[in-house]
Structures are given as C-alpha cells and as structure tokens.
C-alpha cells in the first residue's frame, strides 16, 4: 500500500490546458472517489496517475517517489477498466494469471494467487469459464480479481459499473467496497455517478472543467458544499435553489424571495444587506406549515411507498420535496413549506460562492 500525492498537476494536449494545477492528497489505505461531469478531468488524471498519460506540469508521488518519468509497469499499480478487458479466448484462471505469468511468477505463487482473489470475489465455480459465459457482473469481479492478484501499491477504476443494469450496479458498488475493507489497498475510483461517490468514497474529489471544486468526505460535501456547483451536484435530489435578497436589521437576516415570502437566514451566514443570493435547501428538509413559509403550487405528486416525493413551483422557480411520510396532494393545489433552518444554505448569486461569517 502506498499514499498518493498529486502536487501543482496540469495537463494540456496542444494548446487547450484540461488540468489546471490539481492538487490532491490521498492516504495510505483510503478510498479516494474523483466525480464530476463528463469532461471534467478526472479520467485524464487517472491515466495520468496510472503513466497513460504524460504530465505536462506538476509531480505526482506513489509511495512517496516521483513517478513522472516512470512507465506503468514500474509504477506498482493495477487498473481496473469500465470495458473489462478481458481476453476472450483466455479462461476466467488465465485472465487472472495473466500479469503474474507476464512476470514469471512460479505455478504455484500463480495457483495462490488465483485461487486467494477467487474465493474473496466468488469466482472459484466459475475458474474454467470463458468471458462469453459469463454475465456482466461475473466479468467485472474476473477484472478485479485480475488486478488483486497483483497485490500493487494503488488500485485505479476508471467508471467500473457504468456498463451495469441499476441493480448490478447497487450491488457491484457493495462487493468493491467490501473489497476494500478488506484489503486496505490505496484506492482511487472514477465516476460521474455522485451516488457512487457518496455511498463508496472515503474522500470525494469534486471536479469540474479541469478544476476541483471542493475535496472532502461525503457528508462534509453534503453538509457544507462550498459553492453552487458542489451543492448541485451533490445528493439525490438535488438541492432547490431560490433566488433572493438578503435583508439584515438589529434582530437577524432574512432572505426575501420571489413574491415577497421571506426566509430566515442561516444562523451562521454571511453576506451584506441588500445582497442578491441563493438560498438552497434540500428536498428531505423541508416540511409542511400552516402558515408562512413558502408558497407553492403542486405539480406532481409520486408516492414510493416509504417517501412522498413532491415536485412543485414557486413562482418561476421548480422545487422538489421529500415527505417521509404520506400525503396526497391535488396537483395544482397550494401548500405551504417550512426550510429547516440548520440544514438551509447561503450563496452569494454573483459567485456562486457559499456565504460565510468569517
């Protein structure tokens, strides 16, 4: 195991710069997850880390050696890819032995090895199988097992479930996270899902056009996002946004809303009077008041089972809400929501930036 750091990095293919100066620490035996948006960076920087790519400006260090100039092969990593990339004429045995054969390894390290990462992934039954016989899920585990065998410093998954159903996907993300519990092996891990991100990662890296927009755990980001951005694009549903102005007087701060409805302000907000901003709220909480609060007008309303979920406007501005318990409203019909106060955010609309005292 090894930690990785990721110091000052850029990378450019002719004159368009897609990093510009990323710097990420990664702890020995971590599970670090890179999301973001298609094109945002982080497939780049992966095969950067993996020696895929070139660097252009910038270290980074496994282990604490520089490994810029080092190929892949030296670099003590395995790579584990959304396509698999198995041989197809190779039994799931010869796909797993594969690198260890490449490195002449004897029979026997071989048949260890082999036999250890099919009993951790469920695969010893399926030993003698070709690729073609196997489901999706079966291939994924052979292509980690692939890479378990190895036993490297660093594991990489570049986007491992994107060709998973929904279910296999739920699953999958499970089996690699038990996986490495298991093995502590320094892991960083590629997704555009955040769902992904929140329910695997150790530390969430969040990017966005070749920048990073905040790094932390899951609920520091979902608790604390430090801009619109994050705030968006972490949790499921997302976060409604509603544009405001900021009043303070002797006795607190408010947010003025479209059609004059007011909202406090977080307690620890900051921002001056007058000051046009965002207030965001999630949809989980938000709760149903007799009076003030926020008007607004039902459009669709789905019952799960064990949530309620509401999508509806406030004047110009659609909003989702998620009741835990049942209701059954009229579309069309007014309802009144109460923001609870500790959980609600302050942006500034200019910036996009999370309003703080400082």
């Known amino acids: 195991m090894a930690s990785v750091q990721i110091e000052t990095v850029k990378k450019r293919f002719g004159d368009v710069e897609v990093l510009h100066g990323v710097s990420i620490d990664i702890a020995d035996g971590s599970f670090t997850v890179l999301v973001g948006p298609s094109g945002c960076g982080k497939s780049t920087l992966l095969r950067m880390i993996a020696g895929l790519e070139n660097i252009s400006e910038g270290q980074i260090r496994i282990g604490g050696t520089v490994v810029n100039q080092m190929p892949p092969k030296e670099r003590d990593i395995a790579m ?23 490195a ?7 048949d260890q090895k082999v036999q250890r990462a099919a009993e951790i992934l469920g695969l010893t ?21 692939r890479a378990i065998v190895r036993d490297p410093q660093v594991f990489l998954f570049d986007e491992p479930l994107s060709n998973l159903d929904a279910k296999l996907r739920v699953a999958m993300r499970t089996e690699i996270k038990e996986l490495h519990q298991r093995l502590k092996t320094t892991s960083i891990y590629v997704t555009h899902d955040q769902i992904e991100a929140m329910t695997m990662g150790d530390q969430i890296v969040v990017m966005r056009d070749g920048y990073i927009e905040q790094t932390g755990s899951p609920l520091q980001l979902y608790d604390h996002p430090a801009n619109l951005f994050v705030a968006g694009f972490i949790g499921s549903p997302a976060m409604n946004f509603l544009p405001g102005t900021l009043r303070r007087n002797g006795s607190g701060a408010t947010v003025e809303l479209e059609g004059g409805a007011q909202v406090a302000a977080p307690r620890l907000a900051g921002g001056g009077d007058g000051q046009k901003v965002i207030f965001g709220t999630r949809p989980e909480h938000l709760s149903l008041s007799a009076d003030g609060g926020i008007g607004v007008q039902v459009a669709v309303v789905e019952p799960t089972g064990a949530d309620t979920f509401v999508s509806c406007r406030h004047h110009s501005t659609d909003m989702s809400v998620v009741f835990r318990e049942r209701h059954d409203f009229t579309p069309g ?16 609309a200019a910036s996009g930036n999370r309003l703080t005292v400082n």
């Open 104 to 110: 002449k390894k004897d029979k026997a390290t071989i």
């Open 80 to 102: 584990v890819f959304q396509n698999y990339a198995l041989y197809p004429h190779m039994t799931v045995r010869d796909n797993m032995a594969f690198s260890l054969m490449l």
């Open 333 to 348: 019909s007014t309802i009144r929501l109460q923001p609870v106060l500790e959980h609600s955010h302050l942006f500034d």
């Open 125 to 145: 039954a399926l030993l003698e199988r070709f690729p073609r016989q196997l489901s999706g899920g079966q291939r994924q585990r052979v292509a980690m097992g």
